[in-house]
């Protein structure tokens, strides 16, 4: 680029001070939201009278948000500072229902919330899909629950809301992009002769642009591939049941048998 180009690109200058969307700018599609809220709304026994609140937006600011009294905070929260949101809401007896990824649900976790998970994968407005569960403070004799009726709900609201999704792009087998030998690269040894393919940067009549570019190879190189892939997959598949056995210490074995009596009392 020119320096005067450079001078005059003003949307690359206003680009870069946008704000940028990262995890924690995950937007809730509507119908979500709203399935969530009447399902906690019914299975917390939220009186309608209470006000719902969503202190969770850019530029927002939850510690001096004014909350009025008696509300519950139903909202997705930035999930990286989800502990320090927590405790904020505890120590000042606020009561909330909010989001928060399923993979790190516990941590942080402290015994008096209730965790409820359903193993819903949210599509959010930015096109991120998030396995996302909920925790709460709102009065229940749970500290971990599921609810497979709030999956239905969830996953009922997440057909309704518009796709963001990328095509899914289905290239002919004699075209090898970066991404498709990623799959094997790791796994499986697999070379490309260079009598055997050629550069291309689109593909078919459409002229559909290849990302980073690809290779046009032979028909042999291409079976080739495919093979490895499908031993890629089972290679994969096979790591992934391989499960470490975990023990119990003897510190955990004693919580246990007093849990054990604690639930034999009652
Ligand atoms: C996961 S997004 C969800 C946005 C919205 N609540 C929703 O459900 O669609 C979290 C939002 O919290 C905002 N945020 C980040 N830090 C915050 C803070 N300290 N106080 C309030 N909002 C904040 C982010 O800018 C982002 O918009």
Sequence with gaps: MKKQDKLNDYDGFVEKFKPKR???DCYTPPAVY????????KKFNIAPDRPIVRPFYPGGDYEHYNYPPGCVVIDNPPFSILAKIKRFYIERGIHFFIFAPSLTLFSGTIEKLT????????????????NTAFVTNLPSP????????????IKEANAQ???AELPVLDFPANVLTSARLNKIASLIKFEVPRTAA??????????KGLFGGGLLVSSAKAAEAAEAAKAAKA???????KAYK????????????????????R
């Design 142 to 153: 749970y500290v971990l629950m599921t609810a497979p009726d709030l999956a239905q709900l």
């Design 235 to 241: 290679a994969k598949a096979a790591k992934a049941v």
């Design 246 to 265: 975990y023990e119990l210490t003897p510190e955990e074995q004693a919580n246990v048998a007093a849990l054990d009596n604690q639930s034999s009392q």
């Design 161 to 163: 809301a518009p796709k």
């Design 34 to 41: 709203e399935a969530v809220k009447g399902w906690a709304m």
């Design 198 to 207: 050629r550069f291309v940067r689109t593909i078919g009549k459409e002229r």
């Design 115 to 130: 965790h409820i998970l359903t193993d819903s994968t949210i599509t959010y407005e930015n096109g991120a899909k998030v």
């Design 22 to 24: 990262t995890t924690d």
